[in-house]
């Protein structure tokens, strides 16, 4: 690690738990985000920020002035463009460091599943049921650890499905997939701002644990959060062993949960 390096990330490496050796594991590793809004924006932010060597920002939409008032990856100047390449621009300003991949669109079963094999961690930001449930499916299939973030109105949570490990749930083990759940919007619902700041940040922090290894995730743990009242809790749950999505599961790859 150079001079310029271990200048920009002095206060990571300063932490007993993240060291050296925890920062060159963040240079080394790959993101997938699915989805550079609301919660992308942050999540993306802090790992560009933190030295994460690769990102993919997947996301089809165009930024509207309406996003402005939370998804804080994007500016003014922003406006009509497609998310993904915005994003990139700002990534790439924020961190020459860092390579950066903009995919505009919107990715079938088997584009994501080609994405989510090259990925170490993938983030799911997007904002509807059906495309995280691919998404699960996708890790799932690749044993790839998935961090999952939602917000709406006042309430945010997320929760980490680590694959890697045999006695992990999965996404569906927590919310079955069903075409009777009822989708909310932020476009018809609303949504505080700094509340998908809140939940994008957890993200981030979670997925530079997973590649570093430190700490303890949220595997197995809905953690959730009520803006309003600004109460945080944690909810717990295990693996269903008729789960559609994950009782198949392949077998695991070597390498350990974080390692």
Sequence with gaps: MDDARLTRYARHILLDEFGIEGQERLLAAHALIVGAGGLGSPAALYLAAAGVGRITLVDDDIVELSNLQRQILHDMA???RPKAESGRDALRALNPDVQVRALVER????????????A?????????????HAINRACVAARKPLVSGAAIKFSGQVSVYDLRDETAPCYHCLFPESDDVEELRCATTGVLGPLVGMVGSV???EAIKVITGMGETLVGRLLSVDALRMQWHTIRFRRDPDCPACARRA???AASPGG
């Design 120 to 132: 170490d961690v993938v983030l799911d930001c997007s904002d509807n049921f059906a495309t995280r």
């Design 203 to 205: 993200q981030a922090a």
């Design 251 to 253: 077998p695991a790859a």
């Design 107 to 118: 990715l079938d079963e088997t584009r994501l599943r080609e994405r989510v094999l090259d």
């Design 78 to 80: 922003g406006l009509g």
